[in-house]
């Protein structure tokens, strides 16, 4: 039963009894862990002492558990809350861009996966909400960074310039056809659902380059929209989550 310490994020917090909690915390060196909470909720001082701040969607901390082989969930003994995220809860656009961030990390990584590098990519886009005012969940140019550096990450990184179809460079042309089977583009016209105009690509090409893009907001909700159409093939289902990027 490894005892360990690490920094963490809340993905989920769910009730279990009048005293305990069922988290998700995204760590930094051992990836998601599912664990169970006993006490968290309760006011002694023992458990306020052991339990400190509580735990609360897209808030960060130090979290100490024990991994359990035989059992599903961790068990989560203490948590030291380090950031509060207030700017998340005075928002409602960027509670709902850190929720979509959450809800993704959760459903595309495995359990005790580490992923050193999207933990930062999830806390930049935490923290670059402090500033960022989107219009729209869509249009949050730190949401295009953050879906980027998650496929990345789980190994499914769009290819931004081989053609899918010839296996030959990318053409440049005002259109593309985005094939999610492949995961990359083509200049062939096929399927229209999947059809992508030169500034989306060229905009993707900027994120993978530098990790932001800077383009018109029209061209990031594009990409946002075309990277979370791509996510929800991969997953085969669409989240409740993802209708803030598709429809919002």
Request: aromatic residues 6%.
């Amino acid at each position: 039963m490894p005892r360990f310490e690490d920094d963490a994020v809340v993905l989920r917090a769910l009730e279990w009894s009048e005293s305990s909690q069922i988290v998700t915390l995204f760590t930094r060196a051992h990836g998601k862990v599912r664990g169970l909470a006993k006490g968290a909720k309760r006011m002694s001082p023992s458990s306020v002492q052991r339990f400190t701040g509580g735990f609360e969607l897209l808030t960060v901390g130090r979290v100490t558990a024990t991994t359990r082989p035989s059992t599903e969930l961790a068990s989560i003994t203490e948590w030291d809350l380090a950031q509060a995220m207030p700017h998340l809860r005075r928002s409602l656009t960027a509670q709902q861009v850190g929720c979509v961030a959450a809800s993704y990390a959760d459903a595309m990584t495995a359990d005790e996966d580490p992923h050193p590098e999207l933990y930062a990519s999830l806390l930049a886009l935490m923290n670059g909400l402090l500033d960022e005012r989107p219009e729209s969940v869509a249009a949050s140019p730190a949401l295009l960074s953050f879906q980027w550096a998650l496929l990345d990450e789980a190994g499914y990184r769009p290819d931004l310039s081989v053609d899918t179809a010839s296996g030959g460079e990318l053409s440049e042309g005002p259109r593309y056809t985005f094939d999610p089977q492949a995961g990359g583009f083509t200049a062939e016209r096929r399927d229209e659902r999947w059809r992508v105009r030169r500034e989306t690509l060229e905009t993707l090409r900027e994120v993978a380059k530098a990790g932001r893009a800077s383009g018109d907001v029209a061209v990031v909700v594009r990409a946002n929209r075309l990277l979370t159409s791509y996510l929800r093939e991969l997953l085969g289902r669409e989240a409740n989550t993802m209708r803030l990027v598709l429809k919002g």
